[in-house]
């Protein structure tokens, strides 16, 4: 019995440590504000848990930034229709977005993601968002 015990102990603290692991999105970016970057994607991730792309961007005073963009799981999107090569390195496009809550971090959580030269994008038909 003394060993269910310990063993009920361990397992409840590792899930503890792996549900910490996740972060919080309210915590990490402003819900409540959008903002708009439009440049040269540079580089997409995709991958699970959150998938993400890097946008050479200028910020609000008009100096290019490196912007990272977090996005959902790959498995998410590609149950959407997106595969890792719907958007490429030196694509232009076009992210709306919740900022960061720290402004000169340049990171953003992605809501809509459009290349404007074929109009391809993601996030304009009610697709699930992430969690």
Do not use: C
Request: hydrophobic residues 35%.
């Amino acid at each position: 019995m003394k060993l269910f015990r310990i063993t009920g102990l361990i397992t409840g603290l590792l899930m503890t440590q792996a549900a910490f692991g996740h972060h919080s999105f309210q915590a990490t970016y402003d819900m409540d504000s959008m903002i708009e970057i439009r440049g040269k994607l540079i580089q997409m991730n995709f991958r699970n848990p959150h998938s993400s792309v890097m946008v050479m961007a200028p910020d609000e005073n008009g100096v290019t930034q490196r912007w990272g963009v977090e996005w959902g799981g790959a498995s998410l999107l590609m149950r959407q229709g997106l595969t890792r090569t719907s958007f490429k390195p030196g694509d232009d496009v076009i992210i709306t977005g919740q900022p960061a809550r720290e402004k000169t971090d340049y990171r953003m959580r992605m809501e809509s993601i459009v290349r404007p030269s074929d109009g391809f994008g993601w996030g304009f038909d009610s697709e699930e968002t992430f969690d």
